[in-house]
């Protein structure tokens, strides 16, 4: 089931079928049963007819968060490891990332406070002052408020790589700003947990022409989302719940960079594609 938060409340789309939900968007997500309660949906309510729910999905599809904290994980896949190895060789730092793959406990961090969250669709920006930018393709949980996971969703998790290169201190400098975060299109439910073998997919296009792709599968992860979620939630209360996103398995080659224009989609099995336009934060202009 996919669970898509537009303008004009909340759409439900079960095999092919959708349905207008008119609850509040936390008080819709943050359940014990989201799957079970989703299910019930379609067996009281009118699915929309075809023409109001191409109208519905016409119009801008929000990010699917409400009040929510979103955090992330870190160098949970070999290659985001060995990717920030490489670019942190001249500060000395080179050696805590090897550290924290192998270690018992995480690396987690705060993301972004939910009005800084870009959605699929919408703009992502690069720093003025990086010199070296990517995007990092997540599958980003959703955990309600007793820590159990509920759902996913797609995540942008836009990085500064010559700002964490120079030191490791400055990771929140690398990861925080205005719209460096990006969730959507819609929050995956289901009874059981998202399949292992999903494939996550990357493409970046300049001038319509890829100039990067690369797709991996979520199966080749560290650490369990469990875990993940155990470390997150140990000492922290989330009453609405909060999105984790789970840590980057693409990283493109040391040679690039975005640049503003690039169009970055992502793409996860089941849960569909978010599509980002680069750009500097309006305020430079
Ligand atoms: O260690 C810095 C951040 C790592 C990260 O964002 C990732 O692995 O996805
Ligand atoms: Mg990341």
């Known amino acids: 089931m996919k669970l898509y938060k537009i303008a004009k ?29 989703l299910q019930q ?73 939910a009005h800084r969250v870009s959605g699929h669709g919408r703009e992502v920006y690069i720093r003025k002052d990086s010199a070296w930018n990517v995007p990092e393709p997540e599958l980003t949980l959703y955990i309600n408020s007793r820590g159990d996971i509920q759902g996913y969703t797609i995540g942008n998790d836009m990085s500064s790589r010559s700002i964490e290169g120079e030191n490791a201190l400055y990771l929140p400098q690398a990861k925080i700003y205005e719209k460096s975060a990006a969730l959507g299109p819609c929050l995956f439910v289901s009874a059981v947990p998202i399949d292992a073998a999903s494939a996550i997919k990357l493409v970046i296009k300049r001038d319509n022409e890829v100039v990067y792709e ?64 680069i750009a500097f934060n309006p305020k430079h202009q």
Not at 10 to 37: C, E, M, P, Q, T
Not at 75 to 84: E, F, I, N, Q
Not at 236 to 254: A, E, H, I
């Open 9 to 37: 409340g909340s759409l439900l789309v079960v095999h092919d079928a959708a349905y207008i939900i008119d609850d509040d968007w936390d008080k819709l997500i943050n359940r014990d049963n989201l799957a079970g309660y």
């Open 41 to 113: 949906i379609p067996i009281d309510a009118i699915p929309l007819s075809d023409e109001v729910y191409a109208e519905f999905m016409s119009g801008p599809v929000l990010p699917p968060i409400g009040s929510q904290e979103v955090w992330a994980a870190g160098v949970t896949y070999l290659k985001s490891r060995d990717a920030r190895m490489e670019e942190s060789e001249g500060s000395g730092a080179a050696s805590l990332y090897d550290k924290v793959y192998d270690a018992e406990r995480p690396e987690l961090f705060f993301k972004s406070t």
């Open 214 to 277: 690369d797709a991996t599968t979520v199966s080749r992860i560290k650490r369990t989302f469990t875990e993940l979620v155990g470390f997150l939630y140990a000492e922290l209360s989330f009453p609405t719940g909060c999105f984790l996103m789970t840590g980057t398995c693409l990283v493109p080659p040391p040679t690039f960079t975005l640049q503003v224009g690039d169009v970055v989609e992502m793409t996860i099995d089941h849960i569909g594609t978010m599509v980002n336009t």
